[in-house]
């Protein structure tokens, strides 16, 4: 039941493409692309990159510029590909975000100007960042609405902004009661959100499609499972999609609680897609023991992450 996801709307799954490194930490290209080779064997709608879960903050500018082109190449057009663009400065985050149209890139992801703890930009300011994103460019941007950037972002705000900003048409959610405010968004801003999405590795999936999502940006280890629960919803399945979420949520739990933005990479490592599955220093490697169980986890639903590289 695959739904379509070349043209806009993007519909579907869209999950987030790790960062693969070699054991001394550099970039590993050739691992990269067999990775995206898998995600997009696997199922994937379109894929995202150099997002969180890409470790895109252990990364330097010289090596983001590198995975954008080298992934984007390689992608070549197969499958959509977003960009996280994500910087506190305008000029920078729309400079990114050009340079990710001209390469490619079927839309960018960003979050709000955040730095540490407490670095914050007003109401206006946010309205004026992503206006003059927008501006810039001429494809789709999805705002990020995370806990990590400290900032609230009222659905009246983001349904505004989806009205008046040109290229604001795609959210994704994951805050607490994500379900309240994507439902909100959809009733505040109307056919001007072409894509409320989903987000935090599908923990909260099924609430978010029954509040109206479209799409979902999961962790990349597995989105044919997760193609097992929003593809029979959006066909009009919704006691199919019930029953693959009762499946799938131990292995959708083990990611979100326990391995974190490991999850994807200790995954492939295990199915032969990559030689190393080490997040970059100073990020800590998951605990040998939640490693066993997200293992355990995932050998019980026979993903074909486990099997593609064998």
Not at 177 to 187: S, V, Y
Request: charged letters at 20%; a negative charge; hydrophobic letters at 45%.
């Amino acid at each position: 039941m695959a739904m379509p996801s070349s043209v806009r709307p993007y519909r579907g799954v869209f999950p987030v493409v790790p960062t693969i490194f070699t054991e001394a930490g550099d970039l590993d290209l050739a691992g990269q692309k067999r990775c995206v080779d898998f995600m997009i064997d696997a199922g994937s709608n379109g894929l995202c990159i150099l997002a969180n879960f890409s470790e895109q903050f252990v990364l330097t500018d010289a090596e983001r510029e590198l995975l954008m082109e080298t992934i984007l190449a390689h992608v070549a057009g197969r499958v959509p590909v977003i960009v996280t663009t994500t910087h506190f400065s305008t000029a920078a985050c729309a400079a990114r975000s050009r340079r990710a149209q001209e390469l490619g890139a079927a839309m960018v992801m960003v979050m709000p100007p955040y730095h540490g703890a407490t670095i914050r930009v007003p109401e206006a300011g946010i309205v004026s960042f992503f206006q003059r994103v927008s501006d810039a460019i001429d494809i789709p941007i999805m705002i990020q609405d995370a806990p990590v950037s400290g900032t609230t972002l009222p659905a009246e705000l983001l349904a505004r902004m989806a009205r008046e900003i040109a290229n604001i048409s795609y959210f994704k959610v994951e805050v607490p009661q994500a379900a309240a405010k994507l439902r909100r968004l959809i009733e505040l801003g109307g056919d001007a959100v072409e894509g409320p999405w989903d987000g935090e590795e599908a923990i909260t999936l099924l609430a978010d499609l029954d509040a109206g999502a479209t799409g979902a940006m999961t962790g990349g280890g597995y989105p044919d499972g997760i193609r097992q629960i929003i593809d029979p919803f959006l066909a009009g399945d919704r006691e199919a999609a019930v029953m693959a979420y009762g499946r799938w949520l131990p292995l959708i739990n083990h990611e979100n609680r326990q391995c974190g933005l490991a999850t994807a990479k200790i995954l492939m490592k295990e199915g032969g897609i990559i030689a190393c599955d080490s997040v970059r220093h100073p990020l800590p490697d998951p605990h040998p023991a939640s490693r066993a169980g997200l293992l355990d986890a995932a050998r019980r639903l026979d993903p074909l992450v486990l099997r593609w590289g064998r």
